[in-house]
């Protein structure tokens, strides 16, 4: 049995950094220095929680330095709640015993799988949509929430191929899971991005149909263009360059929408020097800013 | 049930992931259908790109003396003999020293490939280990004489030893900075995190002998002998224990030896 975090005493060794509103960057050991170096007012970060999974060292030091000053998102990348398997009791323990320790603003994980009958493939890997992978992935979302003590934030994934069996749209099945679990959504707006190019269809028509009531926060990033097997261009979630053009496009017009939202800029592959990452953090900041000014503020809560 | 060609396995689609002749697995398609075989590739090579990554990562050393593609030949080979069990990158690669072990070209080429393995191994392990406040200095003089020889330290978690017939060192310091290296000379190593960076120390056959036996729970008197018996020449265990209280390898006296014990 795993004990309860809600059981465990609160360490409140952390000060709470209020997120709402806020741009965020990827937090990377690289700019551990230059970063605190910066002090960067009005920042969060996210990290990905299996690089704090071991016991102690410089992770957890540098961690520390970053939360005790900035609000924090820890975003799982390996939880597999796309599935088959019940989910990995092990990996649960240490993801609870993370937002115990760190308490972050945020916790979200994907709507994808990563690991099958005990093998770990590294990467978020895609599922029909149909009503048994529904009922699975609530019950996984539901053990997780169950595990941590709290709501997490589900992520819609960047695709490259479809499912001939799939009967719900993508829309419809993260809206599913928002309804049977309380788990609320992180809105990737370069996974709708590159899915719509993929797939041939409109992101905003996507938009239009995203639950965005439910949203807790939104992801960009770039990605990189290659071609299918047709000659047709089939975009990779690459997180390895500056957000395009379009993503930006579309996150002006859904935070005119939905007003501020807690925005990331993700950037985990051919990493540049901290200015360059924050400079598209602030990017995302003056956006949210301008929607700030023209959205009545308080009608809506961007933090869950 | 839907009809064959349209039904999904995820033991198919899970398969095809890692072996790149398995044929596409059944009901992944496209918008309007057709072929899927580049796109399906792209979850193939983030696959396997990312974990021989993740590998190259933990032993950066061996993949720069082993070269580029030779070393991710035989990460590929070593993941598919070995599928990662842990969803945590850092525990990838505990076998792959063994694995090195039994490859033919590197028991052939490079028989002090699977050595410095180990000895990466063990630094990404240091580096990720528990934090514990080090023994101070002062606590030895704090040990009444008569109950010096029976004392026995609990090592800090980050510290471990690890030995090879090859200059286990000198290889990893040369290829983490892309220099080439020589692999003749023995050596033992150990291996300790005095704060938040990995440090690495050499020791002599006495020097060695002894701290392997006080790592690993004896009494300093054991471990003397155990020095004594190692050396060519007299053994000093004062400067023996001095380095591993310098490399901050203790943690504390053990038992609890109320006077000099602050953690």
Known sequence: MIPSPLAMAPRPSFPDHAIAGLAGASFKPQHLNAILEDTPAGLFFEVHAENYMGAGGMPHAALAGIRSRFPLSLHGVCMSIGGENPLDEDHLARFAALVERYQPALVSEHLAWSTHDGVFYNDLLPLPYTNATLARVCDHVSRMQDAIGRTILLENPATYVLFAQSDWEETEFLAEVVRRTGCGLLLDLNNVFVSATNHGFSPMTYLGRFPLDHVGEIHLAGHDTQADDDGQPLLIDSHDRPVADPVWALYRTIIGQTGPLPTLVEWDADVPEWPVLKGEAQAAQAILDDAATTYMIGKRHAAC | ?263
């Open chain 2, 1 to 263: 049930m839907p009809p064959a060609e349209k039904a999904w396995n995820r033991n198919a689609f899970a398969g095809a992931l890692t072996d790149p002749l398995a044929p596409m697995p059944a009901g992944v398609t496209r918008r309007g259908g057709g072929g899927a075989v580049r796109r399906f590739a792209v979850y193939r090579n983030n696959v396997v790109h990312s974990l021989v990554t993740a590998i190259a990562d933990i032993f950066p050393a061996v993949a720069a003396l082993t070269g580029k593609e030779r070393f991710a030949h035989a990460a590929r080979l070593y993941l598919e003999e070995c599928p990662p069990r842990s969803p945590i990158l850092a525990e990838l690669g505990r076998d792959f020293p063994a694995f090195l072990d039994r490859f033919p070209p590197a028991r052939q080429q490079m028989p002090w490939l699977a050595h410095l393995a180990r000895l990466e191994r063990a630094w990404l392990d240091a580096w990720h280990a528990a934090d514990a406040a080090p023994m101070e200095a002062g606590a030895l003089s704090a040990i009444p004489p008569e109950s010096l020889a029976e004392t026995r330290f609990r090592p800090r978690p980050a510290a471990r030893i690890i030995a090879a017939p090859f200059a286990i060192a000198d290889l990893m310091e040369a290829g983490r900075a892309g220099l080439p290296a020589s692999p003749g000379g023995a050596q033992t190593v150990l291996v300790t995190r005095p704060h938040l960076s990995v440090e690495i120390r050499l020791l002599d056959e006495s020097a060695a002998a002894f701290a392997a036996r006080l790592l690993d729970g004896a009494t300093l008197e054991e471990a003397h002998a155990a020095g004594e018996a190692a050396g060519h020449e007299a053994f000093d265990i004062g400067a023996s224990l001095g380095l591993l209280l310098a490399a901050g390898a203790l943690a504390a006296i053990e038992p609890a030896c109320a006077t000099g014990e602050d953690n």
